[in-house]
T-cell receptor, first 113, second 111 residues
Framework: AQRVTQPEKLLSVFKGAPVELKCNYSYSGSPELFWYVQYSRQRLQLLLRHISRESIKGFTADLNKGETSFHLKKPFAQEEDSAMYYCALKTADRGSTLGRLYFGRGTQLTVWP | SQTIHQWPATLVQPVGSPLSLECTVEGTSNPNLYWYRQAAGRGLQLLFYSVGIGQISSEVPQNLSASRPQDRQFILSSKKLLLSDSGFYLC??????????FGSGTRLTVV
């Protein structure tokens, strides 16, 4: 069975400080990992996905299969980064195009001025 | 353009009453559709998913059911609500391998 763990429910940093939101997963298949973000009063939206190896809003995340981790990092946090962040694992049935996303419990990030 | 609509935005229902939440998508055909529940302290839990009309898969046993009467319509229902059904319900649509697009959600409070 698949599992996504975000060990920190709350995380607070000061503006300009580095931030790392942790995510660990367990899955027997080939993992696809995502980070989703939910700003106050906005819809849950995709932040980034591991297969694209992109940097969005200064955030990056590297898939470490050895440690089964997909931590989200930003070198200099900004106040507008304050939001709820969810790590998600996509599973797929063999031979099927159907994918299912399983989410961690989320980490509420607060960036203080 | 591709959009997803969900309503109502908020709902307060008494215990034992029925429930019907609707989700529709525009701008695509034959989407994979999903219902999630976001409960306090529990993150996002996958409830149901559907690959086509009349095809529903349940992820967890519960007091809820889902139906897909049309290609771009996904409905979450209950015959008799329980207090534990309170939560924030999200409909989502998978766009290829890019991930999900989520609706704006329905805040359900069972009293």
């Amino acid at each position: 069975a698949q599992r996504v763990t975000q060990p920190e429910k709350l995380l607070s940093v000061f503006k300009g400080a580095p931030v790392e939101l942790k995510c660990n997963y367990s899955y027997s298949g080939s993992p696809e990992l995502f980070w989703y973000v939910q700003y106050s009063r906005q819809r849950l939206q995709l932040l980034l996905r591991h297969i694209s190896r992109e940097s969005i809003k200064g955030f990056t995340a590297d898939l470490n299969k050895g440690e089964t981790s997909f931590h989200l990092k930003k070198p200099f946090a900004q106040e507008e980064d304050s939001a709820m962040y969810y790590c998600a694992l996509k599973t797929a049935d063999r031979g099927s195009t159907l994918g299912r996303l399983y989410f961690g419990r989320g980490t509420q990030l607060t960036v203080w001025p | 353009s591709q959009t997803i609509h969900q309503w109502p935005a908020t709902l307060v229902q008494p215990v034992g009453s029925p429930l019907s939440l609707e989700c529709t998508v525009e701008g695509t055909s034959n989407p994979n559709l999903y219902w999630y529940r976001q409960a306090a302290g529990r993150g996002l839990q996958l409830l149901f998913y559907s690959v086509g009309i009349g095809q529903i898969s349940s992820e967890v046993p519960q007091n809820l059911s889902a139906s897909r009467p049309q290609d771009r319509q996904f409905i979450l229902s209950s015959k008799k609500l329980l207090l534990s059904d309170s939560g924030f319900y999200l409909c989502a649509w998978m766009v290829g391998n890019y991930g999900y697009t989520f609706g704006s959600g329905t805040r359900l409070t069972v009293v």
